[in-house]
Nanobody
């Protein structure tokens, strides 16, 4: 089981940017995909974006163009760049790593966007 540690969250004004990081305790090359979910207060967790082992990215339709997922295999880290943030982006953002058989999660990092 891999340990995933997110960082980079915080308080930002609407229109601002943040870069979230997800550092894995071991090599991320063994995962089919890694990515991000988020959970806003009172809402269900929703998928945000993913990046495959080969580098292919996918985004929730409404977020594409503002959010960018990337990975650095040498640093065993996945990133989520958040641009043009809106108050409705306020949530806890969770990193995940998936193989064919299992999914591991980080503890989450809080993103708060003020209007």
């Amino acid at each position: 089981q891999v340990q995933l540690v997110e960082s980079g969250g915080g308080l930002v004004q609407a229109g601002g940017s943040l870069r979230l990081s997800c550092a894995a305790s071991g090599s991320i090359s063994r995962f089919n995909a890694m990515g991000w979910y988020r959970q806003a207060p009172g809402k269900q967790r929703e998928w945000v974006a993913s990046i495959s082992w080969g580098g292919r990215t996918n985004y929730e339709d409404s977020l594409e163009g503002r959010f960018t997922v990337s990975r650095d295999n040498a640093k065993n880290t996945v990133y989520l760049q958040l641009n043009s943030l809106k108050p409705e982006d306020t949530a806890i953002y969770y990193c995940y790593a998936a193989t064919a058989l299992a999914m591991d999660w980080g503890q989450g990092t809080q993103v708060t966007v003020s209007s």
